[in-house]
């Protein structure tokens, strides 16, 4: 079964700008969640989705939001990035019959 | 609000040199505690799932167990082909806890020849 798979793998953008990052997950998996990872804050949830809703979300600026697709698809979007937004954007899913989530490779976001 | 710590930060052992690795946690109510282990430019790739004190899962070299307030991560005969980033995180009951991971910064574990 295939894993996990978010794209773009890389991205370089400019202070200001906006970006949009994209997961798709396991097939059959449902739920989606996004984790921001630094080196200085380690793992940190953005937000699950379910079924298209909205079931928690991080603490996070509201310029980070996201949406998930029917098909269970997801993306984030990072408005107005600032340096500090630099990061590696890790996509997992979950099925519904056990708890622990699979994660995707990863989107390594650079803001200059 | 659901807290998980990690030590040793760094572990540097022999090949052949078995050690522990600790996770230290707090939840209102614990829904899972979870190991995976991260190499270098990749995703997180999961372990272990324990659900309650007393439980123990295997496998290979890896051997993870649980009590009340904290998670140890046995590693057995190490090779250098060990050598990662293990990551520990909880996820607990209710609230602000529900479908979310909290994650420890983890312990680099690095295995000589």
């Known amino acids: 079964k295939a894993g996990v798979t978010q794209t773009p793998r890389y991205l370089i953008k400019t202070r200001g700008q906006q970006v949009t990052l994209s997961c798709s997950p396991i097939?059959?998996?449902?739920?989606v969640s996004w984790y921001q990872q630094t080196p200085g804050q380690g793992l940190q949830f953005l937000f699950e989705?379910?079924?298209?809703?909205?079931?928690n979300k991080g603490n996070f600026p509201g310029r980070f939001s996201g949406r998930q697709f029917s098909n269970s698809r997801s993306e984030m979007n990072v408005s107005t990035l600032e340096l500090g937004d630099s990061a590696l954007y890790l996509c997992?899913?979950?099925?519904?019959?056990?708890?622990?989530?699979?994660f995707g490779p990863g989107t390594r976001l650079t803001v200059t | 609000e659901d807290q998980v710590t990690q030590s040793p930060e760094a572990l540097r052992l022999q090949e052949g040199e078995s050690s522990s690795l600790n996770c230290s946690y707090t939840?209102?109510?614990?829904?899972?505690l979870f190991w995976y282990r991260q190499d270098p430019g990749k995703g997180p790739e999961f372990l272990f799932t324990?659900?309650?004190a007393g439980e123990e899962k295997e496998k290979e070299r890896l051997k993870a167990t649980l009590t009340k307030k904290e998670s140890f991560l046995h590693i057995t005969a190490p090779k250098p082909e060990d050598s990662a980033t293990y990551l520990c995180?909880?996820?607990?009951?209710?609230?602000?806890?529900?479908?979310?991971?909290?994650f420890g910064k983890g312990t680099l574990l690095t295995v000589n020849p």
């Open positions: 097939s059959g998996h449902r739920s």
């Open positions: 989705y379910f079924s298209e809703t909205q079931r």
């Open positions: 324990l659900y309650s």
């Open positions: 939840v209102s109510g614990l829904r899972g």
């Open positions: 997992a899913s979950k099925g519904q019959a056990a708890y622990e989530q699979y």
């Open positions: 995180a909880v996820q607990g009951v209710g609230g602000g806890s529900n479908y979310k991971l909290t």
